[in-house]
């Protein structure tokens, strides 16, 4: 397997956390204002709020948002999913108040520097996370 390079400061500080080198609760607090990758499929109408995001079973009947550290890291991945090649970039805390209470949120998925946030972690996250639905 290829080396991972971090290309962002997103990727610095995931491989910091993973590494024991940044508390996980300073990583959490920079991801949340992250930028991330959205893979998202066009609805069938065209129209420019109807998308649907990339959906993934992580473990059985455990389905959560893929979203990856920059556009770059998603690229092998989304080669699987057809219809999904477009995606868009926005706030992590976006995709959080996205996820409804049955669904995670896995953060480069499919590579080595990466995370999972099972739906139980999304709720626990400080409300001052993510605002109230």
């Known amino acids: 397997m290829t080396a991972f390079t971090p290309n962002n400061e997103l990727e610095n500080q995931l491989l910091a956390a993973q590494s024991g080198h940044t508390a996980e609760d ?3 607090q920079l991801l949340m204002a992250s930028q991330v990758f959205l893979p998202v499929k066009s609805a069938a109408d065209g129209g420019p709020n109807k998308v649907e995001p990339l959906t993934i079973e ?7 948002y893929a979203v990856f550290s920059s556009p770059d890291r998603a690229k092998e ?5 057809p219809g999904f090649e477009s995606g868009m970039l926005v706030e992590y805390k976006w995709v959080v108040e996205q996820a409804t ?5 896995c953060l480069n998925p499919g590579l080595d520097v990466g995370m999972d946030m099972t739906p139980d972690m999304l709720q626990s996250l400080p409300q001052d996370s993510v605002p109230a639905k």
């Open 26 to 28: 300073d990583f959490l």
């Open 58 to 64: 992580i473990e059985k009947d455990n389905f959560s």
């Open 77 to 81: 991945m989304i080669a699987h999913f």
């Open 101 to 105: 209470p049955d669904l995670g949120v």
